[in-house]
């Protein structure tokens, strides 16, 4: 199963031009980063697996992702957490109904990594939270080519991309394989927590990403009206509805430093849009309660 290449837009935001890399609609089921960080998994084949085992949050894009993977290739789909709230179980919604939908088992377990461990056998293959494995690779530099393409047809001077970043595999392997400069910014932990994750995948990797920081530091998950009013604005100005996650976490990290930036910004949109509806339900909740 191959993707053609994603859409690739001129946009107008705040006055100014970015081309957007549109992952987001790569797929219908099989969308944005995890559809390129699993990539491998999904076309190769794995003839002795008959389950595939995670961990990580309950509204995790990577556990919708894998949900559709494993039911694609008919495999068992075992995913632990170490805790879901009850009204999300009595209310499902986001991707974790459409997890539950493609068949998930979903295991809650204080003790995550032994509980990973007392699945693991032979026939199981283990997928890192949020992906984080050398086997992005295959899916990322497809992108990173499709990017090359994107620019040579738009005829586009002196490129640099920015993504936000979770693990920081995918920016770490587009870096690799793109001749200009990749920007990105955390949206867990700190600078040194992305650098750390990219030692993990790639111990002897030279060529890495640039990372911008925020002046204010935003903590992963949490709730924060101005990113809501960016999310907003971004949508009203282009059209372009993103993620609640990580992309107002991008955006005002990108925009911070754009005056700083020299040549012209792409920002590459990873999906993740399933998630938007327990995001938006959090934040009707919030405001109810201010
Ligand atoms: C997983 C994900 C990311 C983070 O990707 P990393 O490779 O872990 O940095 C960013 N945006 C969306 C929408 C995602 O689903």
Redesign the pocket.
Known sequence: MFFPSSPFEKRTFNHQTFYLKRDDLLDKDFS???AR?FHYFLNHDFPHIQRVVSSGSNQS??MYSLSVLARLKGWEFIYVCDHIPRFLKENPIGNYKEALTNGMNIIESQTREEEVLRWLDAKSLHVNE???QKE?EEGVKILANELLADIQTHAISNPYLF?????????LFLQKYLPFPVFTCN?VGDSAYLQKQWKMVVPDLTHLPTILETKHKYHYGKLYIELYVLWQRLRNEMGVEF?L???PVGWSALLEHLPLLDGTPIYLH???ILGNASMLQRYVRKANML
């Open positions: 944005g980063n995890k960080k894009n990577a949020g992906g984080r992005a993504l936000p970043s979770g693990t920081g595999t995918t920016a949206t993620d996650l990580y992309d990873q999906g993740g």
